[in-house]
């Protein structure tokens, strides 16, 4: 809007400090601290009132780590509100409106939002860990995917649409037609489940979220920059650039929500945080033609769900367990480590899987 107003608006041209607004960096910077001051001023009385609506909190799986019924128990969900109320206020207010890849972005994670939240309303009302059946959400999960998919496509330049590009290969595009539409619904949809696996510990995913939204701000900056991508050698798409601000609005709005969700948290996420979060880092890499780095990126929220699956499989074929507890993160408790040590223990992963992300962009 602020933008809008500085480019369009009658003064434009005539107040030369309003001339920083047609900055991205400036603009994302200003964004990120935004959605961090809406964040903290908004949080205290948005978790007072959950917990006036919500009188028992989230509910707890029995079938989890026994300690977490007694000490997470009455901490109230659907903190992803929070998360997403101020990234789209700071979005609204810093970003180009005119901008498609912004609404195809945003709208994706308000999709996924809007599924967890019945989701969490669902397990609220009932009052157990049951809410929306696994067919309808991810019958709806996969619907909002191949629209976001759909949508982006017909922004992407004629050679690049409907290609999948490979991080160590800088002239390698595969054309998939049709079935990349296929890939972008698993990509998106297993992003968005990949993080609601990870959010089981206070601060875990949503730090682990922030970590790889920064990695993806910087590849986003490079990606809609055309002297930056011909220089590193990698795919150009035109006006991904702007979504270096959504980028930079989420990490503010996911600080903003970690202040209060540091152990031990006065407010989970919920799948509206979990789902929303995971749905946008999956469109912002098919946004700008990076969706096996994401892979890299956020390897971490890929090993949570390999260990689910495995798990899974294993049991159902020998009645016995490869981990103590799956996701990862609980086998990890079971062996007696202190909640706090595995999360920064794991954001250190994060870090380092977020590094290796980024050479990508000169191993070519």
């Not at 469109?283 to 769900?305: D, N, P, Q």
Request: proline share 4%.
């Amino acid at each position: 809007m602020l933008y809008m107003l500085a480019s369009y608006g009658f003064y434009h041209g005539h107040i030369t400090i309003l001339n920083l607004l047609r900055y991205i960096s400036f603009r994302s910077g200003c964004a990120c601290l935004t959605a961090l001051i809406f964040s903290l001023i908004l949080g205290k009385p948005f978790i007072t009132a959950l917990k006036r609506l919500q009188r028992h909190g989230q509910p707890i799986r029995t079938l989890g780590p026994e300690k977490h019924i007694i000490e997470k128990a009455g901490t109230p969900t659907m903190g992803g509100v929070l998360i997403l109320t101020t990234l789209s206020l700071s979005t609204l207010l810093w970003s180009d409106l005119f901008n498609p890849f912004i609404w195809a972005v945003w709208l994706t994670m308000l999709g996924f939002g809007t599924v967890g939240f019945i989701d969490d309303y669902k397990k609220l009302i009932k009052n157990n860990t049951t809410g929306l059946s696994k067919r309808s959400r991810l019958g709806a999960e996969f619907l909002i995917s191949l629209l976001c998919g759909w949508w982006l496509q017909s922004l992407m330049p004629k050679t690049l649409a409907y290609t999948l590009t490979f991080p160590f290969a800088k002239d390698l595009l595969l054309p998939l037609g049709v079935f990349y539409l296929v890939f972008v619904m698993i990509t998106i949809t297993g992003f968005g489940n990949a993080v609601n696996f990870t959010d089981g510990l206070d601060g875990l995913a949503i730090g682990s979220v922030i970590i790889a939204t920064f990695i993806f701000s910087i590849l986003c900056y490079l990606v809609g920059n055309h002297s930056f991508a011909d220089y590193l050698q990698i795919h150009a798409v035109p006006e991904t650039g702007e979504l270096t601000v959504f980028c930079a609005a989420l990490i503010g709005s996911g600080l903003g929500f970690l202040w209060f969700n540091a152990p031990p948290a006065s407010i989970f996420m919920g799948d509206t945080g979990s789902l929303s979060l995971g749905g946008g880092l999956g469109a912002l890499s098919v946004a700008i033609k990076h969706e096996l780095v994401l892979c890299i990126v956020g390897g971490l929220f890929v090993a949570e769900t390999f260990s689910v699956i495995i798990q899974i499989l294993w049991y159902k074929r020998t009645k016995k367990r490869i981990f103590l507890m799956a996701p990862i993160h609980h086998h990890f408790e079971k062996k007696g480590w202190d909640e706090p040590k595995i999360v920064i223990r794991f954001w250190i992963i994060a870090i380092v899987l977020g590094l290796c992300g980024l050479a990508t962009l000169k191993l070519r």
